[in-house]
């Protein structure tokens, strides 16, 4: 079917607007509006039809043309048979956008509109009778269209590949949908106390965290509602982090964008119990290389024992050792019970009293600590205890470095 057949065949049925006729041939010439292919291509078929060439198409398609050779009387059309005359709509339909959007900071957007069934299906009977070479579809026009009148409006830009802000439109409902971009800070922190976990507890069993400390200032200058945190690895609620464990904060629905970073870490870093440095802001990604990126680790131990501490150069044994872990029986509860093999990268100890010796352990990711001291009644092997023949009392163990993974 060339252009003037399928022009011809588009026009057969009912009153088709500008646009939508233009749209059939979206892919032929540039510099053209939908809108303005179309005009062009209705005076083509007016010309024919004034030339008293015989062609088969719908009057109400050629309401307003001044024909000269030929006597032609045209009834006012009814709606475009395609888009219901949408498109006039559109300008009065964005002020709903913008109203849903003036209370977010943002430089860039994306927006998208949802159809009802009824303008698909007569957008898609049509592609069956014409075909869909050289077209375009009408939710493809009317999201640009409502992009360019945002634009115009906000001086903002649209952006399909990393927007600040996604937007629903359903063009039926005049429902207004925001999907807002998380804000990804990365960072360093210290856990400078016993006591507090890593992360927020579903149930409030303790005062605060890590997380709460840290996402304070950053919610306030985003102004948003909640946060996700995202630490290389965690130690354990009764262990500090004196080494800087890196991590990422995630600000969910964030109405702010503008941070002030070093304000934030001189906010932060006036709490006794956590510190951060190296903030800067990230993708989305930095998360997913955070996750997967395996971080060895040295840990200073304070060991009481029940005995004496004799015979401790049998430890020397675990220097570069593998030691076999069963999965700890404090955590087995939410943890699959499994066999790790991990490594003992260098330990060293220092006698502090006949009952309390200092280990200074590096070790592979993964590795539980306490257990390689205690043994966790068999499940690891080999472990300190084990070794020197004497159970372990009590232990206060601090994460002193965290290595670049």
């Known amino acids: 079917m060339d252009v003037k057949e399928k022009l011809i065949e588009i026009l057969k049925e009912g009153f088709v607007c500008d646009r939508c006729l233009g749209r059939q041939f979206a892919q032929l010439l540039t510099g053209l509006t939908n809108g303005d292919r179309g005009k062009i291509l209705r005076n083509y078929v007016a010309m024919l039809l004034d030339s008293e060439e015989k062609i088969d198409v719908d009057d109400s398609n050629f309401y307003g043309i001044k024909f000269h050779l030929r006597k032609f009387d045209t009834k006012k059309p009814n709606r475009c048979s395609i888009c219901s005359d949408v498109f006039p709509e559109l300008k009065k339909k964005v002020k709903l956008i913008i109203k849903k959007l003036k209370k977010y900071e943002y430089k860039t957007f994306l927006v998208g509109c949802k159809l009802t069934h009824g303008v698909i299906e007569k957008e898609q009977d049509l592609w069956n009778r014409v075909g869909i070479y050289w077209c375009e579809s009408i939710k493809t026009e009317i999201n640009r269209e409502l992009g360019k009148e945002i634009e115009k409006i906000t001086g903002k830009v649209m952006d399909r590949k990393h927007p600040d802000i996604t937007i629903l439109f359903d063009i039926n409902t005049d429902e207004v949908r925001l999907n807002i971009r ?221 290595h670049s993974g």
């Open 182 to 402: 998380s804000i990804y800070v990365y960072g360093k922190y210290q856990k400078l106390v016993r006591g507090i976990p890593q992360t927020k507890w579903k149930k409030k069993i303790f005062h605060t965290s890590v997380q709460d400390i840290i996402e304070k200032p950053f919610l306030k200058q985003t102004r948003s509602e909640k946060s996700s945190f995202h630490g290389a690895g965690r130690e354990d609620i009764n262990v500090r982090c004196l080494g800087w464990r890196p991590f990422v904060i995630e600000l969910v629905d964030p109405r702010g964008r503008k941070l002030k970073l070093k304000q934030i870490q001189k906010e932060i870093n006036k709490s006794k119990k956590v510190k951060v440095k190296n903030l800067k802001i990230v993708e989305r990604r930095f998360v997913i290389k955070l996750k997967f990126t395996e971080y060895d680790k040295t840990y200073r131990a304070l060991v009481e024992f029940e005995n004496p501490a004799d015979n401790l150069k049998r430890i020397k044994v675990l220097k570069d050792a593998i030691i076999e872990q069963k999965t700890p029986i404090r955590v087995l509860k939410r943890r699959v019970d499994k066999l790790r093999r991990r490594k003992v990268k260098d330990i060293k100890y220092r006698l502090i009293s006949k009952k309390k010796v200092e280990f200074i352990i590096k070790t592979q990711a993964g590795l539980y600590v306490k257990e390689l001291i205690t043994g966790d009644k068999g499940r690891t092997e080999k472990s300190i205890s084990g070794l020197i023949n004497n159970k372990v009392k009590k232990i206060e163990l601090d994460v002193i470095k965290v």
